[in-house]
Nanobody
Framework: QVRLTESGGTFVHPGGSLNLSCQVS???????????LAWFRKTSGATREEAPE???????????FYADNAEGRFTISRDNVKGVVTLSMTNLQPADTGLYSC???????????????WGQGTQVTVAF
């Protein structure tokens, strides 16, 4: 059974930086066969029914995709040997507060939440 385990979420002040990490386990094939690894988030104002919003995605071949509000501030990277995807975030703002979840294997466009495997999430809080 595929399992995604996030870590690194914490409280930071506006303008601060944070690195999130997600470990994939239980995948029976080489990690490079996970076409996309991605980060999504659900902000505190989102309802339970709302889909999480995309932050960034990394294709197994190296190409990366970013949501508009992440471009230039966040960097996604993946290690196909270790099965790890990381999200480096800089200049964090209160609007970035939310539950950040990683996802693996997209069934469609990588910045849409159509992924087969999801983690439970790690909380990031940005406040004064």
């Amino acid at each position: 059974q595929v399992r995604l385990t996030e870590s690194g979420g914490t409280f930071v002040h506006p303008g601060g930086s944070l690195n999130l990490s997600c470990q994939v386990s239980g995948y029976s094939q080489e990690y490079r066969y996970l076409n996309y690894l991605a980060w999504f988030r659900k902000t505190s104002g989102a309802t339970r029914e709302e889909a999480p919003e995309a932050v960034a995605a990394a294709w197994t071949g190296g190409e990366t995709f970013y949501a508009d509000n992440a471009e230039g501030r966040f960097t996604i990277s993946r290690d196909n040997v270790k099965g790890v995807v990381t999200l480096s975030m800089t200049n964090l703002q209160p609007a970035d507060t939310g539950l950040y979840s990683c996802a693996a294997y997209a069934d469609g466009y990588p910045l849409r939440p159509g992924y087969r495997f999801w983690g439970q999430g790690t909380q990031v809080t940005v406040a004064f």
